[in-house]
């Protein structure tokens, strides 16, 4: 059967995003990643935490990852008892779990999932790590066809010879818009604001749109506005780490700037993913504060003088106001009415 990933860009493949083997965690490096391939190797799940919180990976990188890390506290087991397993793989659930506290809910969702596997695979005299890694596998290419049904319907809403921007790096829709864009026949222009602190925007999303064959164009993030009005941007885009029922959407900071100029200049905003119901509501979510030192320096180069502070929160909050829809697998439902979603079928983010 043929894996999700096929005919994605380098990066979004499922090996090169995050794999386990023989006690070993390998976890691509995006902090430096096009212009340097190398691999983080995490021999603990602490390890693996750490990889987590300091920014080895991002976006959707982590629900791999800390995946990857449950293999590890899997391997670990190998000589418990059940019970003794239940407690190790929970600490270890809780651990990876709470890397980063804004996603903190989709990843013990994915955590949480594992320890079921292990317990079976215990039972059956099965390799525990090896159920996990192919558990966490499965997840993905579940989690890549309903990304696969949410590209068909925001790519419905890109006119050929359209021109979009992007926020940060949407990971796996990314890819997946790219794909479903080449198989239509679209011909589309992209513009990626370059996302400091870590530049994500100008090293992954741009890397993988240009990997694919789509004309590309990296902008700095004080850009957007003049961009709009005068590239004639017909849809802006962007994922989402939070998707709440109230409707607003939790995502990389810099997106309500955007979404706002886009409200401004006429441009569609459509954010992609599923509704997250355990986010009842706005009010459910911390924003993570990361050390303001980095707003102070670009790639590991100062660029503002001494005495001054940094300030850098992770994340901002879009109301849904200013967005014309949520594009599920399911399809594009009205920001205030995604308990619609649901009564149609939908299983949510996670």
Do not use: W
Not at 39 to 53: L, T
Not at 86 to 106: D, G, N, V
Not at 111 to 132: F, N
């Amino acid at each position: 059967m043929k894996r999700e990933d096929h005919d994605l860009a380098f990066m979004l493949r499922y090996e090169n995003i995050a794999s386990y083997e023989d006690g070993i965690v390998r976890i691509l490096d995006r902090r430096v990643y096009p212009n340097t391939v190398r691999f983080e190797i995490c021999h603990s799940v602490m390890e693996v935490r750490d990889a987590i919180r300091n920014m080895v990976t991002q976006s959707a990188g982590p629900y791999t990852a800390v995946g990857m890390g449950m293999a590890l506290a899997a391997r670990e087991c190998r000589t418990l008892d059940e019970e003794e397993t239940i407690k190790h793989l929970k600490e270890a659930s809780f651990l990876l779990s709470t890397a980063r506290p804004t996603t903190q809910k989709r990843y013990a969702s994915i955590t949480e999932s594992c320890i079921p596997i292990v317990l079976k695979a215990k039972r059956e005299g099965k390799s525990l790590e090896d159920a996990v890694r192919d558990h966490v596998y499965s997840l993905n290419d579940k989690r890549y066809e309903k990304i696969c049904k949410i590209s068909k319907y925001l790519s419905s809403q890109i006119p050929d010879n359209g021109s979009v921007m992007t926020q940060c790096f949407g990971e796996t829709i990314i890819g997946m818009m790219a794909r479903t864009l080449r198989e239509e026949g679209k011909n589309v222009r992209f513009f990626c604001p370059e996302t400091r602190p870590y530049f994500q925007g100008a090293r992954l999303t741009s890397t993988v749109l240009s990997e694919m064959g789509f004309d590309t164009t990296v902008i700095t993030d004080n850009m957007p506005a003049f961009v709009m009005k005068n590239e004639n941007i017909d849809v802006f885009t962007s994922a989402a780490d939070a998707i709440t029922m109230d409707g607003y959407v939790v995502n990389k900071v810099g997106t309500l700037g955007i979404a706002i100029c886009a409200r401004y200049f006429g441009v569609k905003t459509y954010v992609t993913g599923d509704p997250d119901k355990f986010h009842e509501s706005i009010d459910d979510v911390k924003i993570e504060m990361r050390d303001p030192k980095f707003s102070l320096e670009a790639m590991g180069i100062r660029t503002a003088p001494g005495g001054v502070k940094g300030y850098y929160p992770a994340f901002d909050i879009t109301p849904p106001s200013l967005i014309d829809g949520i594009v599920t697998d399911m399809g594009i439902y009205n920001p205030l009415n995604l308990n619609s979603y649901f009564s149609d079928g939908g299983e949510g983010e996670y």
